[in-house]
C-alpha cells in the first residue's frame, strides 16, 4: 500500500514545521506523500512546506475557509494514494508510526483505524494535566486510545487512518465541528466497514491550550455527543450520560455536607485523591497530579452541562439542528 498523510492547517505554520520534521524521520522504508490543506489561513504555511520539498513529497493546497472536516474530505479527494493518514496540525511523529502502521494493515487491514495520543517531557505541566484527563482509564473510560476501554472505539481525527474506498462510500467528513470524526466512523459502521485501535501508532498531541480554550473545546464535545445522539439514536449509550452524573452528584453532596452529611463528600474526595496520585506517578510530577484533578473538573463540569443543555435544547426546541447550534457548524 501506498499512504498519503492529510493535514489540515488554520494560522499555525510553526506547528506544522514541527509535524513535517517528524514525518522527514519515518523509519518507513516504502513511499507516501504528503498532502498539506490551507485552510484560509491568514498566516500561511507555504514556505514551511518549501522548506521541505527535498525531503518529503508534499503538496500545498490553498483555500478557502471550510473548516477542517470540509478540507479534510478536499484533500483526500486530490491525494495521489489509496490510504489516508489524518492528522492534526498540533501533533508529533514518533519515528516508527507510519513502519507501525504499516505493519499493521498488512497483517490485519482494516478501513478505518486510530492511534492515541500522549505528551512528551518538553510538554508544559498545562498540556501534561490536560493530556492525563483526556486519555486516562480512570477518566474517560479510555475511548481515546487505550486497549482497556469501556466502549467500542472511535477513531479520532487527530490521529486517524481511512481507506479511499472507506472515504467514497461515506463522502468523508461532514460540516459538523467538533464531532465530525465520530459521525464519520458511525456511518462507516453503518456500511459495514470495520474499524481498529493500533496501540503504537500513537502521536504526541501538542495541545496549544488554556483553561478558556480548554473549558470551550470539552463543552462543545458534550453538545456535538447530544447531536450525534439525535442523528444516530442507535449508539446512544449510558456512559455518556456519567459527566452530567458526576456533575450533579458532587453539586448534592457538597449541599449534603452543609447538613452534617458528609460520606457522599468523602466519596469525591477519595476520587479526587486517587486521579491526583495517578497523574503523580504517571508525569512524576506532584504538581501535574493536583493540576490534573482541576483538569478533571473543568472536563466534567464543561462536558457533563453542554451535554445536558444540548440535550434538552434538541428535545424540547423543535428547530433544525443547525438552526439551535450554528456555532458548531461551518457553512
Known amino acids: 500500500m501506498k499512504y498519503s498523510f492529510i493535514i489540515p492547517i488554520y494560522n499555525r505554520p510553526e506547528e506544522l514545521d514541527e509535524l513535517l520534521n517528524s514525518l522527514a524521520s519515518q523509519t518507513y522504508e516504502g513511499d507516501f506523500e504528503v498532502v498539506v490543506i490551507e485552510d484560509g489561513s491568514t498566516i500561511t504555511s507555504e514556505q514551511i512546506c518549501k522548506k521541505y520539498q527535498n525531503d518529503l513529497s508534499i503538496t500545498y493546497l ?4 471550510t473548516g477542517p472536516g470540509d478540507s479534510r474530505n478536499y484533500g483526500m479527494q486530490r491525494a495521489q494514494h489509496d490510504y489516508f493518514l489524518i492528522l492534526d496540525s498540533d501533533c508529533i511523529l514518533p519515528s516508527h508510526y507510519l513502519e ?8 490485519h487491514y482494516v478501513d478505518c483505524f486510530g492511534g492515541s495520543d500522549t505528551a512528551t517531557d518538553d510538554f508544559t505541566d498545562i498540556q501534561k494535566a490536560i493530556n492525563y484527563t483526556m486519555t486516562s482509564l480512570l477518566t474517560t473510560g479510555g475511548i481515546r ?5 469501556i466502549q467500542r472505539f472511535e477513531p479520532r481525527s487527530f490521529n486517524m487512518g481511512l481507506s479511499r474506498k472507506a472515504f467514497e462510500a461515506t463522502g468523508g467528513f461532514g460540516k459538523i465541528h467538533p ?8 456511518r462507516l459502521w453503518e456500511k459495514g466497514f470495520d474499524s481498529a485501535f493500533i496501540p503504537t501508532a500513537f502521536v504526541f498531541h501538542k495541545r496549544r491550550i488554556s483553561w478558556a480554550k480548554f473549558r470551550t473545546q470539552v463543552s462543545k464535545f458534550g453538545q456535538t455527543r447530544a447531536i450525534l445522539n439525535h442523528w444516530h439514536p442507535q449508539t446512544r449509550k449510558l456512559t455518556f450520560w456519567l459527566p452530567t452524573c458526576f456533575d450533579l452528584g458532587l453539586c448534592g453532596a457538597i449541599l449534603l455536607a452543609f447538613f452534617g452529611h458528609i460520606a457522599p463528600l468523602l466519596v469525591y474526595v477519595s476520587y479526587f485523591i486517587l486521579i491526583g496520585w495517578d497523574s503523580a506517578r504517571e508525569n512524576r510530577s506532584v504538581k501535574i497530579g493536583f493540576l490534573s484533578v482541576w483538569a478533571l473538573l473543568v472536563q466534567f463540569f464543561s462536558y457533563g452541562w453542554g ?21 458548531l457548524f461551518f457553512k
Not at 486510545?145 to 476501554?149: E, L
Open 179 to 186: 464531532g465530525e470524526d465520530p459521525d464519520l466512523v458511525i
Open 62 to 65: 490553498p483555500k478557502p475557509n
Open 100 to 107: 507501525a502502521v504499516d505493519d499493521f494493515l498488512q497483517a
Open 145 to 149: 486510545g487505550s486497549q482497556k476501554r
Open 307 to 327: 451535554f445536558l443543555r444540548a440535550t434538552l435544547k434538541i428535545a424540547f426546541v423543535k428547530k433544525p439542528i443547525e438552526t439551535l447550534f450554528p456555532h
